[in-house]
């Protein structure tokens, strides 16, 4: 399938033609007809696989017929999680909708009232934003929902992580009943089943193998950590000899995040952190300076990294891991985007064994261990992976290293050895797709 066959607004055409793109994703060759249709939809797709064009390009296909209404009442809302992937729709609709006339703002906290004012106080298309922020406006009148024509939930599976169940129920509530309703996730566990059959209308189901069209163009490895400054040592060696682009590497916390920052800068990296204490405003300079290659080290934790979507990220490396295997592939879906190759590294420590084994599980896949010369670790690493693990998983367990003890420095340095997962093979993209 081709742009051409879905029968876009001639506008939109000329935009992604501008892209360079011909060829719509798995996501989007199978959402857009659906949503041009006026159905409601329910789209299971991982980070990378093209997701936000998935419902971009069908919504801005509707707003090119105009529909003048009251002010401050758009005709599309798109609710997001977090500030950084609110940004990254605000940015799709610029980008889609360069050659159309659409009225849009965004609706975010941390940030100013009075240009979301201004923006409200005037007849209006499309409405990205968080939730608290628009529930707020919603209290003060300055956001009308009476006329709304389209709501799209992106990432609804890390809303409702996040604590913003009944806040999403609040805000459609305002909402017509009579409205198409759009869920993006990347999980589709028993609460999100049941906020589906409240929100939707007999919604159509699109299921995308996200995990495998995102991670087969990873390679991905570990690298077990004695303790912190084991880690910091290994990831000293990595950023030396790695043909690194540039990188997120994610901490534990913010503290983690400023401290290593702070660390690497010190050693003359270009490196910045971003986190949920940052304003918005220094938020915004971090991912400006991100894209623009002015940042080649971004230190991030899980919640602030949501939405990146950067075309140079070569590597992601998990300087702690996740807490849930979800955020393992929400992580590494970091890099490796729209066809491109990537590669994912994970710093592992005795206490992780157990996570270890819940992310391999649910990837279905071994992490390879490789080992430094010098830099080896000195303890063992014991996963308690389920009977016939080894098996399972192609008998990539043999790689496992179990730890011994050594003599040597630290920090001598010599080449790495590495034991690459099969499934971890790079691909060539047959065309160009669109992956945002």
């Known amino acids: ?44 797709a991982q980070t990378g696989t093209g997701k936000t064009a998935a419902f971009m390009l069908p919504v801005l296909h509707k707003l090119s017929t105009p529909n003048n209404g009251p002010k401050g009442a758009p005709r599309v809302l798109v609710l997001t999680p977090t500030r950084e992937l609110a940004a990254q729709v605000t ?45 707020d406006h919603l209290e003060r009148g300055s956001l009308n929902l009476s006329r709304l024509e389209v709501l799209i939930l992106d990432e609804a599976d890390r809303m409702l992580d996040m604590g913003f169940k009944e806040d999403v129920e609040r805000i ?59 880690k910091h040592r290994l990831l000293k060696h990595l950023l030396s000899t790695e043909p690194l682009n540039q990188a997120i590497i994610f901490a534990a916390t913010k503290r983690a995040a400023d401290d290593l920052a702070f660390d690497l800068a010190g050693q003359g990296y270009q490196a910045a952190a971003l986190h949920g204490d940052m ?34 990220i070569s590597h992601v490396i998990n300087f702690d891991l996740p807490q849930s295997a979800e955020d393992y592939v929400h992580r590494i879906g970091r890099t490796g985007r729209a066809g491109a190759s990537g590669t994912a ?30 830099l080896e670790p000195t ?39 590495e034991y690459r997962s099969r499934k971890a093979g790079r691909r060539k993209p047959s065309s160009k797709s669109l992956s945002r």
């Open 172 to 230: 459609t509530s305002k909402a017509p009943t009579n409205r198409q309703t759009l869920l993006f996730t990347a999980t589709m566990d028993k609460t999100m089943t049941q906020l589906a059959s409240r929100l939707l209308n007999d919604p159509v189901r699109v299921e995308v193998a996200g995990r495998k069209v995102t991670l087969d163009q990873i390679a991905q490895r570990l690298y077990v950590a004695d303790h912190l400054g084991h």
């Open 279 to 312: 304003n918005q405003v220094a938020r915004n300079r971090t991912l400006r300076d991100l894209r623009r290659g002015k940042i080649r080290l971004l230190v991030a934790t899980d919640v602030a990294a949501r939405g990146i979507d950067v075309a140079g």
């Open 345 to 374: 590294i994970s710093f592992v420590s005795g206490t992780d064994a157990l996570r270890l084994r819940q992310i391999e599980n649910y990837i279905h896949l071994t992490l390879p261990q490789a080992l430094i010369p010098g």
């Open 91 to 135: 940015e799709a609709t610029r980008t889609y909708g360069k050659f159309m006339r659409v009225r849009s703002t965004v609706i975010l906290g941390g940030m100013s009232y009075q240009p979301q004012f201004r923006d409200l106080s005037r007849p209006i298309d499309l409405v990205v934003g968080t939730p608290g922020r628009l529930i």
């Open 1 to 44: 399938m081709s742009f051409q066959e879905l029968n876009l607004a001639e506008p939109i055409m000329r935009a992604i033609e501008a892209c360079g793109y011909n060829t719509p994703t798995p996501v989007q060759a199978g959402s857009i007809p659906e949503v041009l249709a006026g159905r409601d939809l329910i789209a299971s």
């Open 379 to 417: 303890r063992s690493l014991q996963v308690p992976h389920k009977k016939q693990a080894g098996k399972r998983h192609g008998g990539a367990a043999k790689g496992r290293y179990l730890g011994k003890k050594k003599s040597g420095s630290n920090d001598r340095k010599g080449p790495v050895v």
